[in-house]
């Protein structure tokens, strides 16, 4: 019952959002490391 409902569903999409934003800042570390003289306040992902 819980499986199929909202608040799983729910549930599901902040944890994968967590890890979205986890990798997305592990990126932003790597490619700043590589390009040191990019602006780290410009560099944005959209969550798409």
Not at 16 to 24: H, I, N, P, S, V
Not at 33 to 38: C, E, I, T
């Amino acid at each position: 019952q819980f499986m199929g409902s909202e608040e799983h569903k729910r549930r599901l999409a902040e944890h994968a959002l967590a890890g979205y934003e986890r990798g997305a800042e592990e990126m932003k570390g790597v490619v700043l490391r590589h390009y040191p003289r990019l602006d780290a306040a410009k560099l944005v992902l959209p969550l798409d």
